[in-house]
C-alpha cells in the first residue's frame, strides 16, 4: 500500500472516534443508530474501492502522472484496477503521453499498467494509435500490444497486428501484417508499404521493414525482403531507401530514366524534396533497364554490381557496372539489337539527353544478330546473348572483340560508332577482320582497321585474305578499301559457284596481289590494286602495272600503266617448268568470255610467235585451255624471229601451222641481207617458203647487192 494511502486511512479514522465522543458528549446518553444501507461491492477480493476520482503523482515539484478513472479497486498486493481509464504520463523522452481504455490494471507504485478495451494513445507530438490492449512497465519505458493496431501521425498512417511502442524514443514498431501509408502532399509524396513487420522511429528518423517488402511510391513499386528508409531531417520523405534481399523496383518512375531496378540489394539516394532520385547502387546480380524515348525501353544493363547517378530531370549521367557486364542495346530503324558482354562498363550522359558514351574495358564482345527469327528485345538478354553467339558460327551475326571498347550512342539509346583499342577482331558469317585498334560505324555499318606496332589490319575469308597498313571495310554491300603496302591472296579453289572465275590464273594456286591501295566491290566482283601493283603465282605466272584490277565474277584482269608481264599462254618452251611468254604494255586486258588476252600501247610480246613489237597484240585462247588459237598484231608491226625480221601493218599467226600473215603497204622481211616486200607477206616459221602478195617465191632476190659482211 502506498504511504498516502495508509495516511488517509490513518486520518480518516482518528475523525471518526473524534466526532463520535463529540455527539456523545451532546446527547448525554446512546440513541439508537438506524441501519446503514449496504453498498454493492464491485470486487469482492478489493481492499477498498474508489468510484470515480483522479490521482496525481508529482516528482520533485512538477507532476508526473495524472490517472484519471470512473473506478478504483484496490487489492492486497498493491495492485489497482481501474475502469474508464485515462492516464497522462508527463514528459518522457521530451514528449507527452496519454494512455486510455475501459479497463486498466495498475502496478504497484504504478510502476505497470496493464490497459483493455478500446486502448488509445496519444502523445504530444501528434502520434495517436488505438489497440484492443496494451501494457506498459515504467522502468522500460515500452509499451506493447499483441492485437490490431492502427495509428497515425501527420501524413503517415498505418496498422498492423501486435505492436511495440518505445516512449523514450519515440519508436512504433508493428510486429505482423504491417501496413505503413505516407499520404501526398499536394498531388505527389504518396508511399504505402506493407510488410511481415514494421518499425516507425520518427526521431531517429527511419522506417524499418522485414518480411516481404511491397513499397508504392505513386506507381513505382519496390519489393525485397527487408527495407530501411531514412528520411529527411524535417520532412517525412525519404533520403535514403535501403532494399535487401530479392529486391527490384519497377512501374512507373516520374522523370526517372531508370524504368526497372533487379538486385540482391539496392540503395537509393533522393535529392533534397525525397522525391527526385540522384543515385542507386545495385549489388548482387544486379540488372537495369534504362528508358526509351517516349517511355520506349532503351538500354538493359545486367552485372554483379551497378552504380548509376542521376541528372535533376532523371536523366542517367553516370553508368557503372562491375564484373559479369551484360548490355543490350534497343533495335533503331535500320539496325537489329546489340549485346556487349565486358567485366566492366563506365557510362557517361548529360541532363536532357542521358547516357552519351559507354567504356567497356578487360575484355569485350560486341555482337549483333540481324536473322529474322533472332529473339526479340523483351527477351531476356542472356538468352539473346546465347541465341548471337550461336548465330555466328552459321554466318547470322557480327560480331566484334577486344580489350577495350568506347560506344558513342544516340538519342534513341542505340550505338552510333564503337572504338576499338587492343586486339580488335571482327567477324561477319565467313569473313574476320584483325588489327591493333578500330574504329565500327555502326549505323553506317562500316569498319576501319587501324594499324599498330605489333599487328597489321588483316581481312580474310574463305577466298581471300588481305592486309595493309590501313583498312576500311563496308559491310552491306561488302566493300574493302585498303592502304599502305597492301597485299592479298586469293587462295587456291577460290572459285565461287556461279563464278566464271579466270582460267589465264591457275585454280591449284594461289594468286598473290601486291600494291599501295586496293579497293574491292562485292556487288560488282571487281578488285582494283593501285600503286607499283604486282599479281604473281607460284608456277611463274607475273603481272605488274601502275593499276591491277580482277573480278572473279565475270573472268575479267586488267594491267594499266607500264605493265610486264609473265603469262602461261604463246609461250616458250623451257627446260624448267611450263612454257610462258614475256610482255610489256602501256595496258593489258584479259577476258574470259571471249578467251582473249589483248596488249595495248606499245606492246612487246616475247613468245613462241617470236619477239613481237605492235600498238596492239591480241591472243585468242581455246575454249578450254589457254593454248593459243590465234593472235593477231596491229599499227607499226615488227616480228623478229631467228635471224628474220618482218614489220608490216597487221600481223595474224596461226600456231598449228606456224604460219604468219602479215600486210601493210608496203610489208618488208628481212633475212640476213636479203629482203622482200610487198603488200601481203605470208612466211612460215619451219621453213623457207614466203608468199609475196599471194605468189609462191622459191628463191628470195637479194636488193642491194653483195652484204656488207660478205667476204
Not at 304 to 315: E, H, S, V
Not at 360 to 389: L, M
Not at 618 to 647: H, Y
Request: glycine share 10%.
Amino acid at each position: 500500500m502506498a504511504r498516502w494511502q495508509r495516511v488517509a486511512r490513518f486520518g480518516l479514522a482518528l475523525f471518526a472516534v473524534g466526532f463520535a465522543g463529540v455527539l456523545w458528549h451532546l446527547k448525554g446518553e446512546r440513541a439508537v443508530q438506524a441501519p446503514v444501507q449496504s453498498v454493492e461491492r464491485i470486487d469482492p477480493k478489493a481492499v477498498s474501492e474508489i468510484r470515480g476520482g483522479d490521482v496525481i503523482q508529482v516528482k520533485g515539484e512538477k507532476r508526473d502522472i495524472r490517472v484519471e478513472f470512473g473506478s478504483q479497486v484496490l487489492y492486497s498486493d498493491g495492485k489497482t484496477k481501474l475502469t474508464a481509464f485515462k492516464a497522462f504520463i508527463d514528459n518522457r523522452g521530451g514528449r507527452s503521453l496519454e494512455i486510455g481504455g475501459d479497463e486498466a490494471m495498475v502496478g504497484a507504485e504504478r510502476s505497470s499498467y496493464d490497459v483493455k478495451g478500446n486502448v488509445t494513445l496519444k502523445t504530444s507530438d501528434g502520434l495517436t494509435a488505438t489497440t484492443p490492449s496494451v501494457t506498459f512497465t515504467e522502468a522500460e519505458g515500452i509499451l506493447r500490444g499483441p492485437g490490431p493496431v492502427q495509428f497515425k501521425r501527420e501524413r503517415v498512417s498505418g496498422s498492423g497486428v501486435g505492436f511495440t511502442y518505445d516512449r523514450n524514443l519515440d519508436r512504433l514498431w508493428l510486429l505482423d501484417q504491417a501496413v505503413i501509408n505516407v499520404a501526398p502532399e499536394g498531388d505527389t509524396g504518396a508511399m504505402l508499404v506493407t510488410a511481415g513487420f514494421a518499425g516507425y522511429s520518427r526521431a531517429e528518423r527511419y522506417m524499418r521493414f522485414e518480411r516481404g517488402v511491397h513499397m508504392d511510391r505513386q506507381g513505382q513499386i519496390m519489393e525485397a525482403d527487408t527495407s530501411t528508409i531514412f528520411m529527411l531531417k524535417d520532412r517525412d520523405e525519404p533520403e535514403n531507401v535501403e532494399l535487401r534481399g530479392n529486391s527490384r523496383i519497377y512501374g512507373a518512375s516520374g522523370s526517372s530514366s531508370l524504368q526497372t531496378m533487379r538486385a540482391q540489394d539496392i540503395t537509393l539516394h533522393y535529392g533534397p524534396d525525397g522525391r527526385t532520385l540522384e543515385h542507386a547502387l545495385l549489388v548482387g546480380d544486379s540488372s537495369v533497364q534504362l528508358a526509351g524515348p517516349n517511355g520506349t525501353a532503351g538500354q538493359q544493363l545486367l552485372a554483379a554490381t551497378i552504380d548509376t547517378a542521376l541528372a535533376p530531370d532523371g536523366a542517367v549521367t553516370k553508368l557503372v557496372g562491375r564484373e559479369q557486364v551484360r548490355v543490350s542495346l534497343p533495335a533503331s530503324a535500320d539496325a537489329p539489337p546489340r549485346t556487349i558482354t565486358a567485366p566492366q562498363v563506365d557510362g557517361t550522359g548529360q541532363a536532357g539527353r542521358g547516357l552519351t558514351s559507354m567504356v567497356f574495358d578487360n575484355g569485350v564482345e560486341f555482337c549483333e544478330d540481324g536473322r529474322k527469327d533472332a529473339p526479340p528485345a523483351t527477351s531476356p538478354i542472356d538468352d539473346r546473348i546465347r541465341a548471337c553467339q550461336e548465330a555466328r558460327k552459321t554466318g547470322g551475326a557480327r560480331t566484334a572483340r577486344a580489350r577495350k571498347m568506347t560506344a558513342a550512342l544516340s538519342e534513341q539509346g542505340s550505338v552510333d560508332s564503337a572504338d576499338f583499342v587492343g586486339g580488335f577482331r571482327f567477324e561477319e558469317g565467313r569473313m574476320t577482320a584483325t588489327s591493333a585498334d578500330a574504329q565500327y560505324q555502326v549505323a553506317k555499318g562500316a569498319v576501319e582497321l587501324k594499324n599498330g606496332p605489333d599487328s597489321r589490319p588483316k581481312v580474310a575469308d574463305e577466298r581471300v585474305t588481305v592486309d595493309a597498313d590501313k583498312i576500311d571495310v563496308t559491310l552491306s554491300p561488302r566493300v574493302l578499301v585498303a592502304s599502305g603496302t597492301v597485299r592479298s591472296e586469293l587462295a587456291a579453289g577460290r572459285k565461287r559457284e556461279g563464278q566464271r572465275g579466270n582460267t589465264l590464273l591457275s585454280e591449284k594456286e594461289s594468286v598473290i596481289i601486291t600494291a599501295d591501295d586496293l579497293r574491292f566491290e562485292e556487288a560488282s566482283g571487281r578488285g582494283s590494286y593501285k600503286g607499283q601493283a604486282h599479281l604473281f603465282q607460284a608456277s611463274g605466272t607475273s603481272i605488274r602495272g601502275d593499276e591491277i584490277a580482277m573480278n572473279e565474277d565475270d573472268g575479267t584482269l586488267t594491267a594499266t600503266g607500264n605493265v610486264v608481264s609473265v603469262l602461261p599462254i604463246a609461250g616458250k618452251e623451257s627446260g624448267s617448268g611450263s612454257p610462258t611468254s614475256i610482255a610489256r604494255a602501256g595496258d593489258f586486258k584479259f577476258e574470259d568470255a571471249k578467251r582473249r588476252a589483248l596488249f595495248t600501247k606499245q606492246a612487246q610480246l616475247d613468245g613462241i610467235q617470236g619477239n613481237l613489237h605492235a600498238d596492239r597484240i591480241e591472243l585468242f585462247l581455246g575454249a578450254t585451255d589457254n593454248a593459243l588459237e590465234r593472235l593477231e598484231a596491229q599499227t607499226t608491226v615488227e616480228i623478229v624471229l631467228d635471224k628474220r625480221k618482218a614489220t608490216g601493218q597487221h600481223l595474224t599467226y596461226h600456231p598449228v601451222d606456224e604460219k604468219y600473215v602479215l600486210t601493210g603497204s608496203p610489208v618488208r622481211l628481212t633475212q640476213e641481207c636479203q629482203e622482200s616486200t610487198g603488200r601481203t607477206l605470208t612466211f612460215y616459221k619451219a621453213s623457207d617458203r614466203i608468199q609475196v602478195d599471194g605468189n609462191e617465191e622459191v628463191r628470195v632476190q637479194t636488193k642491194g647487192g653483195k652484204c656488207q659482211d660478205a667476204k
